[in-house]
């Protein structure tokens, strides 16, 4: 049996046969495996990230806080923490519970950084806290929640609001439930009519 080639043929497999070796040198030379090509923050890069997070806690079938949050952001380099980021207009929420159902107490902050191996989260820039029960809000510059020592404190000045009073002090401090909410250091007491 005889084979027969035309012309045609036989420039096709020679334009094959070059756009193959084309590729292949192409392939084999254009990735390389440089850590000096690697941004020099690369370290500091978030190894998760959950965008619009709804966490609810609960302890035995209680719900005990809820948490929102535009943007988390878990860091594993060089140090392990968790950032909480608002985004636009919507900042970071924490709502706590008493246990049955009822809200608490009320914290707001335009981010938020949890440090896994200290128990430590601190609130931070313009943060907002509402106690329920009194009817007070309380207004930070950060706050920050120590679980291992049951404390919730800021040591920056504090604004506080009552009804028609607003107390100035030093700082703030409380149980990490909110049940002692105290102004330390204070400095005035303004009140107003409606």
């Known amino acids: 049996m005889r084979t027969y ?74 140090v392990v923490k968790t950032i909480y980021r608002s985004r636009g207009n919507q900042r970071v929420s924490l709502i706590l519970y008493d246990g049955i159902d009822k809200k608490k107490t009320y914290i707001e902050a335009g981010e938020a950084t949890s440090y896994d191996d200290r128990d430590i989260m601190e609130a931070y820039d313009s943060v907002v806290v509402i106690d329920y029960g009194s009817g007070d809000t309380i207004y930070l510059q950060d706050l920050i929640w120590n679980s291992a020592e049951d404390r919730i404190y800021s040591e920056h000045p504090v604004r506080a609001k009552n009804g028609n009073r607003i107390t100035l002090g030093d700082g703030f401090v409380s149980n990490q439930r909110m049940e002692n909410m105290q102004i330390i250091h204070q400095r005035g007491i303004i009140e107003f009519e409606d």
Not at 27 to 56: F, G, I, R, Y
């Open 5 to 78: 080639f035309n012309d045609n043929s036989i420039g096709a497999c020679r334009w094959l046969t070059l756009l193959s070796a084309c590729l292949f040198i192409t392939l084999t030379t254009s990735c390389k495996n440089d850590k000096d090509m690697l941004p020099e923050d690369w370290s500091d890069s978030a190894s998760q990230q959950v965008t619009d997070a709804h966490v609810h806690r609960t302890e035995d079938g209680k719900l005990q806080l809820k948490l929102e949050a535009p943007l988390i952001q878990k860091y594993e380099r060089p």
